[in-house]
């Protein structure tokens, strides 16, 4: 197989490279601050984060925060943070 091959399967298969804007990351900071503008409240540290808004409260573990923070980000139209299983 030639690299282009290789390359056209690929997109096939995905569809392309995400593409994220400028400061999008995985940071918390940057994850405190995109929940904010939803009206959510991020605690925690190294391996518990606490999400909360009004009445609601969810504890998650790292990969559970960033699935809810991708499911925002879904639902705002942009890529999710998480590469999806192939």
């Not at 918390?28 to 995109?34: G, K, P, S, T």
């Amino acid at each position: 197989m030639t690299t282009s091959t290789l390359i056209s399967e690929w997109l096939d298969k995905h569809g392309g490279p995400r593409v994220f804007a400028q400061g999008d990351n995985s940071d918390f900071l940057a994850v405190r601050r995109y929940l904010e503008k939803h009206g959510y409240r991020l605690n925690g540290h190294r391996y518990n984060f606490v999400i909360s808004k009004g009445k609601f409260r969810r504890t998650f573990d790292r990969r559970g925060l960033m699935r809810f923070v991708d499911e925002l980000r879904i639902a705002d139209g942009l890529p999710p943070i998480l590469a999806r299983a192939a």
